[in-house]
């Protein structure tokens, strides 16, 4: 069955030959994380357009670039501050254990960088994942139910 994001239809050939990407407990699974893939990409791929980042007959490299170009530019995830990392330590401080025998905790100031990595990666994800029920919202999206995938 076909999916359609706005005009642009993702036939399924397209959706068989993403599949081999995304390993799965089932054919099933596979087949919706291959088609959520695709439509977020399509999404992108007109959002690119739109702001004139790309031409609509773009190559697979060419687009790439253009849609990193697009997340950075929209998604903004500032990195955390001290305060927060404290916070986050205080609060998780079993998941700073020296060892798994261990009881002991590495001080904050040993692990203050990778909290701050840690949560900066969790923003960006947060922030890209809600650019793309923005661009969802407002994209006529038929045949699969992208909200619910993410």
């Known amino acids: 069955m076909p999916v359609f994001v706005n005009d642009a ?7 068989f030959s993403e599949m081999q990407y995304h ?11 291959a088609v959520q893939a695709l439509v977020v990409r399509e999404l992108l791929r007109q959002e690119t357009v739109r702001q004139g980042l790309s ?6 490299v060419d687009l790439d670039a253009s849609l990193m170009r697009l997340v950075e530019q929209e998604v903004i995830a500032p990195m955390a501050s001290t305060d927060i990392c404290r916070t986050y330590y205080e609060q998780n401080t079993h998941r700073f254990r020296t060892s798994d025998a261990s009881s002991a ?3 904050f100031d040993m692990v203050e960088e990778r909290i701050r990595d840690y949560l900066h990666t969790r923003s960006v994800r947060e922030g890209i994942r809600s650019y793309i029920l923005h661009l969802a919202g ?3 999206i038929s045949g699969f139910d992208l909200a619910g995938s993410l």
């Open 9 to 15: 239809e993702i036939d399924d050939n397209a959706v």
């Open 138 to 140: 407002t994209a006529r």
């Open 23 to 33: 390993s799965a407990e089932s054919m099933e699974k596979a087949r919706d994380a």
């Open 105 to 107: 905790i590495l001080p």
């Open 55 to 60: 031409d609509a007959d773009q190559n697979d």
